[in-house]
């Protein structure tokens, strides 16, 4: 079963509390469920929902999507790094985005049963790269989001602890560079000395203990909204 796209609308636009138009320009692009999309191809659905400010509707979808992480630029800003803080946001003519896999795959769950899941979309991630540890990693990510920093935040410390406690045998590293791979992480290297130790004004000693990854935000908004055991279904 797939829900009608209004009422696909009115999920997104709950969960992200993004106005109709916004929330319906994020349903029609996923909804094309390509891994990549142009600019060009962003403003024509804009001017499909709005002609006159279609261009300013587009550009907005752009700024939003890459926020809540559901898209991301291609372009970087610096060469040899994909991290999330690396991307330039152009929104003009041929400038192409990805959506992360773990997005597509949390769509897909939405799309059918009216509920945006992270483990869900975890588990089809690691279906689809074939990762036999799918039970424990799941169990390690529940871990690594609840203790997030500012829900946002968490230190390779969090990911060695976690995987610890549930009895990983795999290399820890190899499994952060899957968890980057699905886009349901990305480190936090854009950080400078004067910019880390202001951080470590709110976190002392977080950013001490090596290198810091950010959450996705669209993927384990439930949970950073203080949400967690929820999904968009209870507000039907």
Request: net charge neutral; proline share 3%; charged share 30%.
């Amino acid at each position: 079963m797939v829900l009608p796209q209004p009422r696909l609308i009115h999920l997104v636009k709950h969960l992200f509390n993004e106005d109709d138009k916004i929330s319906r320009m994020i349903v029609e692009l996923l909804q094309a469920g390509k891994p990549r999309i142009n600019f060009d191809e962003i403003l024509s659905t804009a001017r499909s929902i709005e002609k006159e400010n279609a261009k300013n509707l587009a550009m907005e979808t752009c700024l939003v999507m890459e926020y809540w992480k559901l898209m991301l630029p291609v372009r970087t800003k610096h060469d040899g790094s994909i991290q999330w803080s690396n991307r330039l946001n152009r929104p003009e003519s041929r400038e192409e985005y990805e959506i992360p896999g773990c997005i597509t795959f949390a769509f897909e769950h939405l799309k059918s049963e009216g509920v945006w899941d992270w483990r869900s979309a975890v588990k089809d991630y690691l279906d689809k790269i074939k990762e036999s540890n799918q039970r424990i990693i799941i169990d390690i990510t529940e871990d690594i989001v609840r203790n997030a920093y500012l829900k946002r935040f968490v230190n390779k410390l969090i990911l060695q602890e976690a995987c610890g406690q549930h009895n990983y045998l795999g290399n820890v590293d190899t499994l952060i560079v899957e968890l980057k791979g699905g886009g349901i992480i990305s480190p936090c290297v854009e950080y400078s000395l004067f910019s880390r130790k202001s951080f470590e004004k709110l976190i002392k000693g977080f950013s001490k203990t090596g290198p810091f990854y950010e959450l996705n935000r669209a993927l384990f908004v439930l949970e950073l909204k203080g949400c967690e055991g929820e999904n968009s279904k209870s507000h039907a």
